[in-house]
């Protein structure tokens, strides 16, 4: 059977999987299937996901560790649908989240993807205006544009290099099929994907779209470590190169450059110490 949507929900032994994949066979969209990619390869997940028992859920264990970046790269190999969304296994969606992103995507066809903005939850579950608002200047989303921005380096204000693509967004299967993601971005795998999809394409924000980030003491983006350094390293060193940006942002690539070697840097010192 043919899908709109394929979404992609990768974990590694991560909790709150539940709760996930509910949100999203809660949704008013019907047309879609869950790729669960888990790349601990645990009995664990392929039971809850047969408990389930929907067969949208289709269940990827990886018999090797592969690490965040190619799980996701696999999960998107794999999509069958003429869309992806990819949704993080302590997310939470909406009931009208993914009809919103996909109507949104089939009235502007030249949009590589739609998103919004991600609301912040509590370990719970329950929504923060406070935290929200906190997250999204500490993600430079608060001045961005709603409507279709047609060139994401030239249009939105912030210094932020890329469109938010995990939580609440829906991209075009051959535009992200075509994105290369190398493993050294590991974690930000997702800023890659929105850095290389925005840079080229316009893309649509539609606030009305909710998606929940949820903020718990796990959170991979949470987690300091050189090698997390290293991901936003290798990806500034790349933004100091890119001849499709504007000078200013390709100048502020480099600028970021020395502060992010030396964090990481830091960040293995601190780890070496520590016995890590």
């Not at 994105?179 to 929105?194: E, H, L, N, R």
Request: glycine share 6%; proline share 6%; hydrophobic share 40%.
């Amino acid at each position: 059977m043919t899908v709109k949507c394929s979404v992609i929900v990768g974990t590694f032994r991560g909790g709150y999987l539940r709760a996930t994949l509910k949100s999203i066979l809660a949704q008013s969209e019907p047309s879609f299937e869950i790729l669960l990619m888990d790349d601990a390869n645990s009995p664990d997940v392929a039971e809850l996901a047969a408990s389930l028992g929907d067969s949208r859920i289709k269940y990827h264990g990886n018999p090797t560790t592969l690490g965040p970046a190619l799980n996701h790269a696999r999960g998107i190999s794999l999509a069958c649908g003429k869309y992806v969304a990819i949704v993080n296994h302590d997310d939470l969606w909406e009931p009208e989240t993914l009809d919103t992103l996909l109507s949104g995507l089939e009235r502007h066809p030249d949009c590589v993807a739609a998103f919004s903005r991600p609301r912040v939850t509590t370990a719970d579950g329950r929504f923060d205006e406070s935290r929200t608002s906190h997250a999204w200047t500490t993600w430079d989303l608060t001045d961005v544009p709603a409507g279709r921005i047609g060139n994401w380096a030239r249009d939105v204000r912030s210094t932020r290099l890329a469109f938010p693509s995990v939580v609440c967004a829906l991209m075009r299967t051959p535009e992200l099929q075509a994105v290369k993601i190398p493993a050294a971005v590991g974690g930000s795998y997702d800023f890659w994907i929105g850095y290389q999809l925005s840079r080229t394409h316009p893309v649509l924000h539609l606030d009305e779209a909710v998606g929940y980030w949820r903020e718990h003491p796990d959170n991979l983006t949470r987690v300091r470590s050189a090698k997390r350094s290293f991901e936003m390293a290798y990806i500034y060193s790349h933004v100091a190169l890119d001849r499709a940006l504007p000078p200013k942002r390709r100048l502020y690539g480099a600028a970021r450059l020395p502060r992010a070697y030396a964090v990481t840097a830091a960040d293995y010192v601190r780890g070496a110490r520590q016995g890590r």
